[in-house]
Each structure stands twice: as structure tokens, then as C-alpha cells.
């Protein structure tokens, strides 16, 4: 992790970003994923605020 994040830390010095930079395995992502449609399936007909909720603030809103 030290590793890396000298690696990030250095490019952003040498180039004034950094770019990727990896926030999840690919595995994590599709998991979260799997959840989201989960619950767009479960939610989107039942609640009529469910597009601007989950589409505008869904880190609010999402308990994954």
C-alpha cells in the first residue's frame, strides 16, 4: 500500500494529477452492482422518488 501510494503521490507531483487510480477490485464493483439492481427491481415501481433519490444521492440512500 506504501508502495503504491508513493507511486500515486509521485505522479501527481511530477504531472499535477493522477490517473487511474483504483477505488475497488472489479469484483467489489460488481457486487455493489448486483446490489443497485437489486434494489432499482425491488424499488423503482413502488416509489416514485426512487430515480431522483437513488440517481441524485444514491450514496445517501444505498446501504452498501
Known amino acids: 500500500v506504501v508502495d503504491?501510494?508513493?507511486v500515486i503521490a509521485s505522479?501527481?507531483?511530477r504531472n499535477g494529477?493522477?490517473?487511474?487510480?483504483?477505488?475497488?477490485?472489479?469484483e467489489q464493483a460488481l457486487?455493489?452492482?448486483?446490489q443497485f439492481e437489486a434494489a432499482e427491481r425491488?424499488?423503482?415501481d413502488k416509489d416514485p422518488d426512487?430515480?431522483?433519490l437513488v440517481f441524485g444521492?444514491?450514496?445517501?440512500v444505498m446501504p452498501f
Open 42 to 44: 425491488e424499488y423503482k
Open 17 to 26: 494529477y493522477s490517473f487511474p487510480v483504483d477505488a475497488m477490485s472489479p
Open 50 to 52: 426512487f430515480d431522483a
Open 4 to 6: 503504491e501510494l508513493t
Open 11 to 13: 505522479s501527481y507531483h
Open 57 to 60: 444521492h444514491a450514496n445517501m
Open 31 to 34: 457486487a455493489y452492482r448486483r
